[in-house]
C-alpha cells in the first residue's frame, strides 16, 4: 500500500494507473525522449506522471507550483515539452501565458477529509 494522509491506494492499483497514464501520454506523442511538464502537488498523480514518462523513455520537467504564468512559460519553451500535467487548482495562476500550442491535462486536487469532532 502507498499512503498520502487519508488516502491509499495498492501497488497493483498504481501501476494499472501509470499503465493508462502512459497510453495516454504516448497518445499524446509523448515518447523517445520527449519531455513533459509537470506542474503538480505530492500526490499520487505526481508517481503517476513520473514513472509513465520513465517507461515512455521521456524525462519529466518539474515545474514550481510558485512560479507565475511568464515563469512556466519560459520553462516549458526552454525544454522543449509540449504537454503540460497540471493540478486544476494552479491552472488560473499560468493559464494565461501558456504556449498555445501546449497540450493541457488537467488533474483534480484531492481534498483532505476535514479532521474529525471532537
Not at 22 to 30: C, E, F, S
Not at 71 to 85: N, Q, R, W
Amino acid at each position: 500500500m502507498i499512503i498520502s494522509g487519508d488516502r491509499q491506494i495498492s501497488y497493483s492499483d498504481i501501476h494499472a494507473r501509470i499503465a493508462r497514464a502512459a497510453t495516454g501520454l504516448r497518445a499524446l506523442g509523448v515518447q523517445g525522449g520527449k519531455p513533459v511538464g509537470m506542474m503538480l502537488r505530492n500526490d499520487f498523480a505526481l508517481f503517476e506522471v513520473v514513472a509513465a514518462s520513465a517507461a515512455l523513455g521521456s524525462p519529466v520537467v518539474p515545474i514550481n507550483w510558485h512560479l507565475k504564468a511568464d515563469e512556466v512559460a519560459y520553462i516549458l519553451t526552454d525544454s522543449g515539452a509540449d504537454t503540460l500535467v497540471c493540478h486544476a487548482d494552479l491552472l488560473p495562476q499560468i493559464r494565461e501565458g501558456l504556449p498555445p500550442a501546449i497540450k493541457l491535462l488537467v488533474v483534480p486536487r484531492h481534498r483532505r477529509s476535514p479532521p474529525p469532532m471532537a
